[in-house]
C-alpha cells in the first residue's frame, strides 16, 4: 500500500454522514437525541425475541407435540444460531450495508418470522390435533411432520436471521452516535452503554412477565402477535431518529485484516528473522518479533510476525508489497490477540451450557411444581417468567457493584479498575458449578415431593439462578446452547440400557434424572473453572515480559509504503 493511501486511512475511518450521505454536523447530528431512538428499537427487539425464546420449550412441546429431548435441542439450536448469526449481521455491516440498513432491511425478516409464527400458532391446519403430551406420555399425541413442520421451522430461523443479524448493529449503531474523542464524549458514550444495558434488562423484564403471562392465558398466537408488534414499534422508533443519525460509512471488515496476517505468514514460512533489526540485507529478512509497546503477547505466536517480513529491497521505483503479502505490526497484534483470548472464550462456552437450560428444562421443571405465588393463592406463576428473576436481580445489583463494591476493590488493589476482567469471569464461572449443585438439589427434592403425591412450590426454583447474573453478554452463547443439544442427545444414548429411554429420555420429568444431568453439569462446570485458571495464566504470561530487545533499538519503524517493519 503506498503512503497516500495508508495516511488517508484514519481520516477516512472518523468520516460520519447523515442519511442522505452528506458529511454530519456537530449540531445536527449524534448525540443522546438520536440514541434514544436506537434505545427504542433494542429495548422492543429484545421484549419481542424474549417473549418467544424463552417459551419457546412450551410451545414445541405442548402444541407442536415433541418429544422433550427433542424439543429443548429446538430451542437450544434456535438461540445458538441467533447468536452464530451476529457473525453474519457484523461482516454485512462493515463490508456492504452500514449499521442503519442493516438493523432495518433484517429487522423486516425477524418481523416476517414473527408474524408468520403467530399465523402458525393460530390457524389449526398448520398445527398437529391438540393433545396432552404429558397424559398420554407422548405416544398417542401427532409430532408436527412435513407442512407443518416446515411452516414452524420456517418462521423460527426467519426470526433467528433477523434477530442474529441485529444484534451486533443495534449497539454498535447507538455508540456511533457519539464522538468518544470530543470533550465530554467518552462520558456520554459510557451514559450510553449504561442506557442500552437498562433497555436490555428492562425489555427481558417485559416479555419474561407480562407477555408470557398473555401467552399463558390467552394464547401462543397472541403472545407471537405481540411480539411481531413490538417489534414493528421497534422499527418505527428506528426510522424516526433516520434524520439525527451519525452513520460510518463501511470500512471492510475486521476479520480481513486478520486473515491477511495469516495469508502473509504462511506464504512466508520459510523466511528466517534475524536477531537483530538493521538486518533487512538483499535476503530481505528482517526481525519483526519485538512489536512496539508493552505487548503482552510479543512472544506467542511468534510464526505470525514473519507476516511483517520485507522480502525484497524498496526502492523508487519497486512496486510495494500486497497487503496479503506485507502486514503492519498493528494487524499482527490484532492477529495474535484474537487467538491469545480463544481458550479464555472456549472456556465460556459451558457457562453458556449452563445458561441454556435455564430456556429449556427449568421451565419445564416450573411446570411440574406448584405455581402459585402463595399457598391457596389464585395467581399462577408462568414458569417461563422465573427467568425473569436474574434481569431483576441485576437490574439491582449493578449500580451496587459500580458504587459500592468497585470502589472497594479499587482501594483495597490500588488498580484503577478494581477487578480485572478475568477476574469477573473466573468468579462467573466458579459460582455457576455452585447454581448447578443448587438446581440438581432442587430436582431431587421435587421428584421426591412428586414421589409422594405432593407438588413442590415453584419458589424453590429461585434458589439456583443467582450465578446467571454475570457475563450474559458471552460472545460463546451460540457454541454454549450448540453443545446443550450435542449433551442432551448424548447423555440419552449413554444412559439408555435394555430399551429403557435415557436421564432424559421421557416426556414426564418425574420418570426422567435431570437431577443427574445438572450434577453432571456441575462437575464440568467445575473443571471448566479449573482450565480456565489455566488459560488466564497462559494469557497473563508476559505482562511484564521483557522488552529488552525494543529497549536496544529493535522498534518499529515505517517504510517508505507506509508498513511498519522493524
Not at 158 to 170: W, Y
Amino acid at each position: 500500500m503506498d503512503v497516500e493511501s495508508r495516511a488517508a486511512a484514519p481520516e477516512a475511518e472518523d468520516v460520519t454522514v447523515d442519511w442522505r450521505g452528506q458529511p454530519c454536523r456537530a449540531h445536527r447530528h449524534g448525540g443522546m437525541r438520536a440514541a434514544i431512538f436506537v434505545l427504542g428499537i433494542q429495548a422492543f427487539e429484545i421484549m419481542a425475541i424474549a417473549a418467544v425464546g424463552n417459551n419457546l420449550i412450551t410451545y414445541v412441546f405442548g402444541e407442536m407435540h415433541f418429544p422433550l429431548p427433542q424439543a429443548a435441542n429446538v430451542v437450544t439450536n434456535f438461540v445458538g444460531t441467533i447468536f452464530l448469526l451476529a457473525l453474519l449481521g457484523g461482516f454485512l455491516s462493515d463490508s456492504y450495508l452500514g449499521c442503519f440498513w442493516t438493523i432495518l432491511t433484517f429487522g423486516f425478516v425477524e418481523l416476517s418470522g414473527f408474524i408468520l409464527l403467530s399465523l402458525q400458532a393460530h390457524l389449526p391446519q398448520l398445527k398437529p390435533p391438540p393433545c396432552s403430551m404429558v397424559a398420554s406420555a407422548g405416544g398417542g399425541c401427532e409430532k408436527a411432520r412435513g407442512f407443518k413442520a416446515t411452516v414452524f421451522f420456517l418462521a423460527l430461523y426467519l426470526v433467528a436471521l433477523g434477530s442474529g443479524c441485529l444484534k451486533p448493529n443495534m449497539i454498535a449503531h447507538g455508540a456511533d452516535q457519539f464522538d468518544a474523542a470530543a470533550p465530554g464524549g467518552a462520558g456520554r458514550l459510557s451514559t450510553y452503554f449504561n442506557s442500552a444495558y437498562f433497555s436490555f434488562c428492562a425489555g427481558e423484564l417485559v416479555a419474561l412477565t407480562a407477555l408470557v403471562w398473555v401467552q399463558t392465558h390467552s394464547g401462543m398466537d397472541v403472545g407471537f402477535g405481540i411480539s411481531a408488534a413490538a417489534m414493528a414499534a421497534g422499527l418505527l422508533s428506528l426510522v424516526s431518529g433516520a434524520a439525527l443519525y451519525r452513520n460510518k460509512p463501511p470500512r471492510g471488515s475486521i476479520f480481513t485484516p486478520i486473515a491477511r496476517v495469516f495469508v502473509a505468514a504462511y506464504s512466508k514460512r520459510k523466511q528466517v528473522c534475524p536477531s537483530r533489526s538493521n538486518s533487512v540485507n538483499a535476503g530481505g529478512a528482517c526481525e519483526p518479533a519485538r512489536l512496539a509497546g508493552n505487548f503482552r503477547h510479543n512472544n506467542k505466536f511468534r510464526f505470525l510476525d514473519k507476516a511483517c517480513i520485507r522480502v525484497a529491497q524498496q526502492g523508487p521505483n519497486t512496486k510495494p508489497e500486497s497487503p496479503w503479502r506485507l502486514c503492519t505490526v498493528a494487524e499482527v497484534q490484532q492477529a495474535k490477540t484474537l487467538l491469545a483470548v480463544t481458550p479464555i472464550f472456549a472456556c465460556t462456552i459451558v457457562f453458556n451450557t449452563v445458561l441454556a437450560q435455564l430456556q429449556t428444562f427449568s421451565v419445564q421443571q416450573g411446570s411440574a411444581m406448584d405455581t402459585s405465588l402463595l399457598p391457596g393463592s389464585s395467581f399462577h406463576i408462568p414458569p417461563a417468567s422465573l427467568q425473569g428473576i436474574p434481569y431483576a436481580m441485576m437490574l439491582a445489583l449493578v449500580p451496587a457493584y459500580e458504587l459500592l463494591l468497585v470502589p472497594l476493590m479499587k482501594r483495597a488493589t490500588g488498580t484503577r479498575s478494581g477487578i480485572t476482567p478475568l477476574q469477573r469471569i473466573g468468579v462467573g464461572l466458579g459460582t455457576v458449578a455452585f447454581s448447578m449443585v443448587a438446581a440438581a438439589d432442587v430436582e431431587r427434592r421435587r421428584r421426591g415431593a412428586a414421589a409422594g403425591g405432593h407438588r413442590m412450590s415453584v419458589l424453590w426454583a429461585c434458589a439456583g439462578m443467582q450465578a446467571f447474573l454475570t457475563a450474559l453478554t458471552y460472545c460463546s452463547y451460540a457454541f454454549g446452547f450448540y453443545l446443550s443439544s450435542v449433551l442432551v442427545s448424548l447423555v440419552n444414548r449413554v444412559t439408555a440400557r435394555h430399551g429403557v429411554g435415557g436421564w432424559l429420555g421421557d416426556n414426564d420429568l418425574n420418570k426422567d434424572r435431570l437431577d443427574l444431568f445438572y450434577w453432571m453439569l456441575a462437575a464440568l462446570s467445575v473443571l471448566n473453572f479449573f482450565c480456565f485458571l489455566l488459560c488466564a495464566r497462559w494469557y497473563n504470561a508476559g505482562v511484564d515480559g521483557s522488552d529488552a530487545a525494543a529497549a536496544s533499538g529493535q522498534v518499529a519503524a515505517e517504510g517508505v509504503d507506509g508498513k511498519e517493519i522493524i
